[in-house]
């Protein structure tokens, strides 16, 4: 080597490069990580801060136009929401470890997998015609719409926490619900993410000045918020005025622990519970008590002994009750099934010969699925035999004073799946009645949390949902989604032991009348799809942009 051609030697007053030019895509990756798991984790309940869920996209969407690393981007995104998740259902340790540390990285992996198409998309679109941009911009939110329909039904359905669920104390933006279900409230949801990364892309990094930063797509986020409001305030213009009084209903909180509540020993312990807060319920002079999910320590379909006491008890208290019980069918037979159930007992009749029994099974908790193949798991989480699953919506007749009224049962988490709140409007329910048992989840966020698929239920079926926990949640939500009346101590606490009354209130115009979700069902999932397909088409057809390099014409 010569000495012309030998390296010149480093300048040692020259600038040296700063720790993020050094580092700079490695620290896009850990803020972006932070971001964009302290805001999933902040927008949903317990925490009180919806307004999040418009922006929790937003690190990962803006990192998405510089095109990073794919592997980089990839395993920061997935990471973030594994934490996200891992930490919303913190609450599931109280049932199994195991569980929780399989469940949230798994639904959390899941949801990432929506930014491997941001990823994909979102550089390709910039600089091209504003048309193609919002129709890609409408493609992602329907993916994401698609990525939440999934979860209805993949390995058994979990649905929990869908992005609508963040709003469930801001029913303003729920009312299209009632047309879209809630996958419309999460594709706005979406679309707002989409347009706050696409506005911020515009203003720093496109070096755009004056009329140009304007958005496109911040203005389609404006515009379908907008017109979230203007059906809001279409639907609860003058609704006082279109009130009157469906029932009066006492809920009975037992608050059981559930180490208690199956142990034989502590039944008529239980029993003495069950009948003390039934006839403190009953001095209220309710038309219908309310009992949570598996409430007896013994079946009701199936043991006498737990027949005769709920059929005399429902006699002193001279009100009906309807309750939460396991039914026994074929007892002693080789072919012997439990299942999860709805009661409706009266005064007069006792214990009605129909039932509802619960028809989405938890999945660990009271079946194993694929049993032959993961039995073995039973022995990481509290579950004895298989329950069954019923196969049908079987709303009950029950008596309401001088009136009789049709009331459609979901027992436990099955508020969280839409086609099941759906069917039972079908069948004619004029309301809702969730029966839970949350003594498994100790008094974290899963009680706000699961409350606020009740919410998201009572928009889409127009429908009044009365819920009654173990400990808590429990109360009433009117057809417009808003929170009416929550069940409380004196200290203000959801978990106590006791029973509240509720004066329950239905909306005159919605009597026997479907709302437009009810109808045509998951229409918009469909619609979704159509956004998806035709976006990712348009895109990838397009012609190549332009290189700045290129000769003008």
Same mark, same amino acid.
């Given at each position: 080597?010569?000495? /012309?051609?030998?390296?010149?030697?480093?300048?040692?007053?020259?600038?040296?490069?700063? $720790?993020?030019?050094?580092?700079?895509?490695?620290?896009?990756? /850990?803020?972006?990580?932070?971001?964009?798991?302290? &805001?999933?984790?902040?927008?949903?309940?317990?925490?009180?801060?919806?307004?999040?869920?418009?922006?929790?996209?937003?690190? %990962?969407?803006?990192?998405?136009?510089?095109?990073?690393? $794919?592997?980089?981007?990839?395993?920061?995104?997935?990471?973030?929401?594994?934490?996200?998740?891992?930490? &919303?259902?913190?609450?599931?340790?109280?049932?199994?470890?195991?569980?929780?540390?399989?469940?949230?990285?798994?639904?959390?992996?899941?949801?990432?997998?929506?930014?491997?198409?941001?990823?994909?998309?979102?550089?390709?679109?910039?600089?091209?015609?504003?048309?193609?941009?919002?129709?890609?911009?409408?493609?992602?939110?329907?993916?994401?719409?698609?990525?939440?329909?999934?979860?209805?039904?993949?390995?058994?359905?979990?649905?929990?926490?869908?992005? *609508?669920?963040?709003?469930?104390?801001?029913?303003?933006?729920?009312?299209?619900?009632?047309?879209?279900?809630?996958?419309?409230?999460?594709?706005?949801?979406?679309?707002?993410?989409?347009?706050?990364?696409?506005?911020?892309?515009? &203003?720093?990094?496109? @070096?755009?000045?004056?009329?140009?930063?304007?958005?496109?797509?911040?203005?389609? /986020?404006?515009?379908?918020?907008?017109?979230?409001?203007?059906?809001?305030?279409?639907?609860?213009?003058?609704?006082?005025?279109?009130?009157?009084?469906?029932?009066?209903?006492?809920?009975?909180?037992?608050?059981?622990?559930? =180490?208690?509540?199956?142990?034989?020993?502590?039944?008529?312990?239980?029993?003495?519970?069950?009948?003390?807060?039934?006839?403190?319920?009953?001095? @209220?002079?309710?038309?219908?008590?309310?009992?949570?999910?598996?409430?007896?320590? &013994?079946?009701?379909?199936?043991?006498?002994?737990?027949?005769?006491?709920?059929?005399?008890?429902?006699?002193?208290?001279?009100?009906?009750?309807?309750?939460?019980?396991?039914?026994?069918?074929?007892?002693?037979?080789?072919?012997?099934?439990?299942?999860?159930?709805?009661?409706?007992?009266?005064?007069?009749?006792?214990?009605?010969? =129909?039932?509802?029994?619960?028809?989405?099974?938890?999945?660990?908790?009271?079946?194993?699925?694929?049993?032959?193949?993961?039995?073995?798991?039973?022995?990481?989480?509290?579950?004895?035999?298989?329950?069954?699953?019923?196969?049908?919506?079987?709303?009950?007749?029950?008596?309401? %004073? =001088?009136?009789?009224?049709?009331?459609?049962?979901?027992?436990?988490?099955? !508020?969280?799946?839409?086609?099941?709140?759906?069917?039972?409007?079908?069948?004619?329910?004029?309301?809702?009645?969730?029966?839970?048992?949350?003594?498994?989840?100790?008094?974290?966020?899963?009680?706000?949390?699961?409350?606020?698929?009740?919410?998201?239920?009572?928009?889409e079926n127009r429908r009044p949902v009365l819920r009654c926990g173990n400990g808590g949640w429990s109360g009433w939500i009117d057809e417009f989604g808003v929170v009416r009346r929550v069940?409380?101590? !004196?200290?203000?606490?959801?978990?106590?032991?006791?029973?509240?009354?509720?004066?329950?209130?239905?909306?005159?115009?919605?009597?026997?009348?479907?709302? *437009?979700?009810?109808?045509?069902?998951?229409?918009?999932?469909?619609?979704?799809?159509?956004f998806v397909l035709f976006g990712w088409t348009l895109l990838k057809t397009a012609p190549p942009l332009p290189s700045p390099d290129d000769p003008v014409a």
């Open positions: 080597m010569t000495a /012309a051609s030998a390296p010149a030697a480093p300048d040692p007053y020259a600038p040296q490069p700063t $720790f993020l030019q050094r580092h700079g895509e490695a620290t896009a990756a /850990a803020v972006v990580f932070v971001l964009t798991a302290g &805001l999933a984790i902040l927008a949903f309940p317990p925490f009180q801060l919806p307004e999040l869920a418009y922006a929790m996209l937003v690190p %990962g969407l803006f990192w998405a136009y510089t095109k990073p690393r $794919f592997k980089l981007y990839v395993w920061t995104l997935f990471a973030a929401q594994a934490v996200a998740w891992t930490v &919303l259902l913190g609450w599931l340790h109280h049932v199994t470890w195991f569980g929780l540390f399989l469940l949230g990285p798994f639904v959390g992996v899941w949801v990432g997998v929506w930014y491997l198409a941001a990823w994909w998309a979102l550089p390709r679109i910039v600089g091209r015609p504003t048309p193609l941009r919002l129709l890609v911009v409408l493609g992602l939110a329907g993916l994401w719409v698609l990525v939440e329909w999934s979860r209805t039904w993949l390995l058994g359905g979990f649905p929990w926490l869908p992005l *609508a669920a963040s709003q469930w104390e801001r029913s303003s933006i729920l009312q299209v619900a009632a047309f879209t279900g809630a996958y419309g409230v999460s594709f706005v949801l979406a679309v707002m993410n989409l347009g706050f990364a696409a506005y911020a892309h515009r &203003l720093f990094r496109e @070096g755009v000045t004056g009329l140009n930063k304007r958005s496109q797509e911040f203005f389609l /986020a404006l515009f379908l918020i907008l017109t979230c409001a203007c059906i809001h305030l279409t639907e609860s213009f003058n609704r006082r005025n279109f009130s009157q009084r469906l029932a009066r209903i006492a809920v009975v909180q037992p608050y059981i622990a559930q =180490d208690v509540k199956w142990d034989p020993a502590r039944g008529s312990e239980i029993l003495g519970i069950l009948q003390q807060t039934t006839l403190a319920a009953a001095m @209220g002079k309710p038309d219908l008590i309310l009992w949570p999910e598996a409430t007896t320590p &013994l079946a009701v379909r199936g043991d006498e002994q737990a027949k005769l006491f709920v059929e005399t008890l429902a006699k002193r208290a001279g009100v009906p009750l309807l309750l939460g019980s396991i039914a026994i069918e074929k007892t002693g037979s080789a072919d012997e099934q439990w299942f999860n159930g709805a009661f409706l007992v009266t005064p007069e009749g006792g214990v009605a010969p =129909d039932y509802y029994a619960k028809r989405q099974l938890v999945p660990f908790g009271e079946f194993v699925p694929f049993r032959p193949l993961l039995g073995w798991i039973g022995k990481f989480v509290p579950i004895g035999g298989d329950f069954e699953a019923g196969e049908t919506s079987s709303p009950l007749l029950v008596p309401l %004073g =001088d009136r009789n009224a049709i009331v459609g049962p979901l027992i436990c988490y099955e !508020d969280i799946y839409p086609s099941l709140a759906r069917s039972s409007t079908r069948a004619g329910a004029a309301f809702l009645a969730v029966l839970t048992n949350n003594g498994w989840f100790g008094e974290g966020g899963a009680a706000s949390q699961h409350a606020a698929h009740s919410v998201l239920r009572a928009v069940v409380t101590n !004196d200290a203000g606490s959801i978990y106590f032991r006791g029973t509240r009354t509720i004066e329950v209130q239905q909306d005159i115009r919605w009597i026997d009348r479907e709302s *437009a979700y009810v109808a045509y069902g998951d229409w918009f999932v469909l619609l979704s799809a159509g």
